[in-house]
């Protein structure tokens, strides 16, 4: 599971969620049907989970790059405040 990445977990979703709206299975495979889909939804949301804290992470970064970029741009006897 953790080698899947988002869009193939979401695609597999998604055809769970089909096959168990459809009916037609046995209680066997629903509930197999059902614990793979919860599965897949843990996967997209850490997926998304981790994506989330690489952009904030990188939204940090360039903050404070534009803060020291700032600071470097005043003479150094400017004043402060």
Not at 23 to 45: K, N, P, Q, S, V
Not at 62 to 81: I, K, L, N, S, V
Request: hydrophobic content about 35%; charged content about 45%.
């Amino acid at each position: 599971m953790e080698d899947l990445g988002y869009e193939q977990a979401r695609d597999e979703l998604v055809d769970v969620v089909r096959r168990l709206e459809a009916g037609g299975t046995g209680l066997e495979e629903a509930l197999a049907l059902w614990e793979r889909g919860e599965a897949l939804a843990d996967r997209c949301t850490r997926w998304l989970e981790g994506a989330r804290a690489r952009l904030d992470a990188g939204t940090a970064a360039a903050d404070e790059d534009d803060d020291e970029t700032d600071d470097e741009d005043e003479p150094e006897d400017a004043p402060r405040g």
